[in-house]
């Protein structure tokens, strides 16, 4: 808003954790998690905090809905998608690869 950027869309993937950093920490770790849960904000109350519309999505099957709500207002938006806490999200670069050597899928999959 400040810079004059007035219909930016903002969408959150939100399992709760540093979500890439945990993900390292379930791969290469052997599941051994440190310093990655959160346990804040609420995106959605941030979100209405600075004048933005705040959308919040736990069902799967409000995705649609939701997506068109904010493409349907005048103004900013934040989506804050909650998935389940162990949820991954592919592509992804190990620590101290190359983008030659991205995992493209889960490896247990």
């Not at 519309?53 to 934040?78: C, F, H, N, W, Y």
Request: aromatic content about 8%; charged content about 25%.
């Amino acid at each position: 808003m400040q810079e004059g950027i007035k219909n930016v869309k903002v969408l959150i993937i939100n399992n709760g954790f540093l979500g890439m950093v945990r993900q390292w920490q379930e791969l290469f770790e052997g599941k051994r998690y440190s310093g990655t849960p959160l346990t804040g904000p609420d995106f959605v109350k941030l979100a209405d905090a600075y004048g933005w519309k705040g959308i919040r999505v736990e069902r799967s099957a409000d995705v649609q809905a939701a997506i068109d709500e904010a493409m349907a207002t005048d103004g900013p938006v934040l989506i804050d998608f909650r998935v389940e806490r162990e949820v991954n999200v592919f592509p992804m670069v190990p620590q101290n690869k190359s983008i030659g050597e991205m995992i493209t899928a889960d490896p247990d999959m």
